[in-house]
Every structure is written in C-alpha cells, then in structure tokens.
C-alpha cells in the first residue's frame, strides 16, 4: 500500500459528495490510478484478486486535505482513487474514509495565509497494521 497527500476540492471530507483533487496530477499519479483498476477487475474472485494485486504493486491511496475558510474547518479523507480526468484531476473513488473535521481558530488566519497556502493545525494520523 502506498499513500500521498493531495489537496482536495470543497467536497474533501463531504459524505455523498464527489471530490476531486484541487490540481491536475501527472504520469506517475495515472499509472497507479491504473495499478489501482486492474487489482479491482478481479475483486469478486479472491484467488484473482491476490494475483492481480501482486502482478499490480500495490494500491495507491490520496490523502486529499480541504481547508474551508467560511467554516474554519479543515476537512480529510483517505481515497481509494478510481479514475483520472482528461484534465488530470483525480476525480472517482473505489472507496472513501473520511474523517470528522477539526476546526481552527480562524484569530490565526490572514488573507494572505487562504492565498498563499498558510499554515494549518498539525495533524497526527495513527497507522498501524492488521491482524
């Protein structure tokens, strides 16, 4: 498994909504979106499955990352991506985990900062292995 960090539209961390990625991504995001779809052409088979997922490498999760500043909330999920515009924005999911959202002090935040990036709350993730 394999996880980057992308940021997301104003649909990031939204249930029922369909996200994309802020920007178009490259060559190297497109191949694994294909890896991706190729391990899921035999998901109903488990015997397929485990050979496809070999053959594949692995499967490419998104961090995607959405800082709304009408809520002061910073929104996240962990996609599954399934698919790539022709505009080169990750635009469909296999799957979807998204997380409750963590508000900031919006005292912190400067018009320059919602322009140019800022800085946003610091964010620990707990990843630990199965079984």
């Given at each position: 498994?394999?996880i ?6 104003k649909?990031t961390?939204?249930k029922?909504?369909?996200p ?12 694994a979106?294909r ?5 899921f ?5 488990p015997a ?6 070999r ?5 490419t ?14 929104r996240f999920e962990l996609s ?10 990750v635009?469909?999911?296999a799957?979807r985990?998204i ?7 919006s ?8 322009d140019?990036?800022g800085?946003?709350p610091?964010?620990t ?7």
């Amino acid at each position: 498994m394999a996880i980057t960090a992308a940021s997301g539209d104003k649909y990031t961390g939204i249930k029922d909504a369909f996200p994309s990625t802020a920007s178009a991504k490259g060559r190297r995001t497109g191949d694994a979106i294909r890896a991706n779809n190729y391990s899921f052409a035999f998901m109903d088979d488990p015997a397929y499955a485990i050979a496809s997922t070999r053959i594949a490498g692995r499967a490419t999760w998104l961090f995607l990352i959405y800082r709304d500043m009408q809520t002061y909330n910073l929104r996240f999920e962990l996609s599954l991506p399934r698919s790539m515009a022709e505009d080169g924005h990750v635009d469909d999911w296999a799957e979807r985990i998204i997380f409750p959202p963590i508000s900031f002090d919006s005292t912190n935040v400067s018009k320059t900062d919602e322009d140019e990036g800022g800085q946003s709350p610091e964010i620990t993730v707990e990843i630990r292995k199965l079984g």
